[in-house]
């Protein structure tokens, strides 16, 4: 089979688990042919392809035009981690305008004439053109990308009915510690205990499994959601990963809501880190996406 | 109106026991005939199916997703959700 790796706007971290993979990234090269890759091979021009696995998001004119090309070419197309499945990490940028985010990023003695020109709105890969697979992770876990890799190379995409962390997570659910909301920077988690109910906020119920709860039951990180929405939150009845959470975490530390949404500083990063740019997300009332987004012309 | 009692499925490997379930279940609390009991293995058990009203919170607000609340041909009472939302579900990893 014809493969070919793809990178838009990204961190390029995606394409390095591919290296990650040791024995078997050596069965893939020697049983497929890998014609485009730019980590890999010196090849300027993206051929015709069977399986494609693009990486990052559109974020200027010029990634659109390379991802309707890589549409054309590819038989296949895989949206390969969370940046191109749901906008990930870059869609915060749409918290501020172009111009304020630039200046935050290059200083204010930048001068911007010779950057092409952003897109008005991030969105993930999907609302531009078709994919067929998603496989989304910030990146993606060495044993997740195998398994997918080993089936869309036979020949079949594969899907999985997916639930959430909490259902991998190790911990077992204790009752709640009532010691109030707590951070990571003033707080020492406990081993072996739910994040939780201890007052963390973790991102478990909502996230999509598959990545082996490796940061609640193994490190003791609350989730992040580096693996996107669960379908509970994209499909009716519609939880909204905002209210969910701290709904859960009321429950936990016996404070109201509304206390510890005042508690929870920045909602958008803490709710919506990898999942922002999401149209789905952004229709949702209440508690949607939408007012966190700077608007135009505001 | 569809009277057939509700199968409700739990999934013992994914629970957490975190509880939720008996706490959010309109017909579990103060209830004679509770649809959730705790069992003593530390999972929920299904002890009164018949009081099910199918209102789906459980199935909801389980964070691990452990609950299925079922009707008797399997096909359950899903809403119908955006088309663009069920193509994508269908087809993430």
């Keep these: 089979m014809r493969v070919a790796v793809l990178s838009l706007s990204s961190c390029t971290g995606c394409q390095y688990v591919l290296l990650s993979l040791e024995e078997y990234f050596y069965t893939l090269i020697g049983e497929n042919a890998v014609s485009y890759a730019p980590f890999l091979l010196d090849q300027k021009e993206l051929p015709e392809v069977d399986l494609l696995l693009l990486e990052g998001t559109v974020r200027n004119g010029d990634d659109f035009r390379r991802l309707r090309e890589a549409r054309q070419r590819a038989e296949k197309l ?183 949404g005042e508690q929870a500083k920045d909602p958008a990063h803490s709710f919506f880190k990898y999942c922002l740019a999401e149209p789905l997300l952004r229709r949702r009332r209440p508690g949607g996406t939408a007012r966190f987004l700077y608007r135009l012309g505001e | 109106m569809d009277l057939a009692v509700a199968h409700i499925r739990i999934d013992g490997e994914r629970c957490v026991s975190c509880r939720e379930c008996v706490e959010v279940c309109p017909q579990t609390r103060d209830s004679q005939y509770p649809v959730y009991a705790w069992g003593e293995d530390g999972l929920p058990r299904v002890a009164n199916p018949e009081s099910c009203i199918r209102c789906l919170s459980c199935e909801a607000f389980c964070r691990a997703r452990a609950i299925v609340v079922d009707s008797e041909d399997g096909q359950g009472w899903r809403m119908p959700g955006d088309p663009r939302a069920e193509t994508k579900c269908r087809a993430i990893f």
């Design chain 1, 78 to 260: 895989v949206a390969l981690g969370t940046c191109a499945c749901f906008g990930g990490v870059p869609g915060l940028a749409d918290m501020v305008s172009e111009e304020r985010m630039l200046r935050m990023r290059y200083g204010e003695g930048a001068t911007f004439e010779q950057a092409p020109p952003g897109v008005k709105r991030l969105l993930p890969v999907d609302a531009y053109v078709s994919v067929d697979a998603f496989l989304p992770g910030c990146p993606p876990g060495e044993e997740l990308l195998k398994d997918f890799l080993k089936l869309a190379l036979s020949g079949n995409l594969p899907s999985r009915m997916g639930a959430t962390v909490c259902s991998e997570c190790k911990v077992t659910a204790s009752p709640p510690s009532r010691d109030g909301f707590r951070r990571l920077l003033s707080a020492v988690p406990e081993d072996g205990k739910c994040l939780l109910e201890q007052g963390f906020i973790c991102m478990g119920p909502l996230t999509r499994d598959g990545c082996g709860a490796l940061c609640p039951s193994s490190f003791g990180v609350p989730c992040g959601g580096c693996r996107g929405p669960c379908d509970e939150v994209l499909l009716p009845p519609f939880q909204d990963p905002c209210l969910e959470t701290l709904r859960r975490l009321a429950r936990a530390t016996g404070l109201s809501p509304k206390a510890v």
